[in-house]
């Protein structure tokens, strides 16, 4: 079975950096698209950032796009993402997921736009709070 790990949430106060770390056991997270989404309290899950296993390229929420970047260690088997410019509304519990291309290897729109009714082998989250 897929497992993910996040971890490196906390709390910072308004403007500053946190950085999030997905670490896969058992698998090899280059194989697979990885998203990160999250959950404010009392709304609905977000996709924020999704990166591609076939060629890279990266998807960020308008919430986000500026502030958060994705990126991929394969030797440590870690997707991470970097979070800058911190604001109150960015409190959430944050989660990656997998997708997996298969034998086609080119993963569907649904998926390079960070939808994550289409990723699976979901972490367990890390809670972020922004707040002064």
């Known amino acids: 079975q897929l497992q993910l790990v996040e971890s490196g949430g906390g709390l910072v106060q308004p403007g500053g950096s946190l950085r999030l770390s997905c670490a896969a056991s058992?698998?090899?997270?280059?194989?697979?698209?990885i998203g990160w989404f999250r959950q404010p309290p009392g709304k609905e899950r977000e996709g924020v950032s999704c990166?591609?296993?076939?060629?890279?390229?990266?998807y960020y929420s308008d919430s986000v796009k500026g502030r958060f970047t994705i990126s991929r260690d394969n030797a440590k088997n870690t997707v991470y993402l970097q979070m800058d410019s911190l604001k109150p509304e960015d409190t959430a519990v944050y989660y990656c997921?997998?997708?997996?291309?298969?034998?086609?290897?080119?993963?569907?729109?649904?998926?390079?736009?960070?939808?994550?009714?289409?990723?699976?082998?979901w972490g367990q989250g890390t809670q972020v709070t922004v707040s002064s």
């Open positions: 058992r698998f090899t997270l280059g194989y697979y698209a």
């Open positions: 997921a997998t997708f997996f291309a298969g034998a086609q290897g080119i993963e569907p729109r649904s998926v390079r736009r960070c939808e994550g009714d289409f990723f699976g082998s």
């Open positions: 990166i591609m296993s076939s060629d890279g390229s990266t």
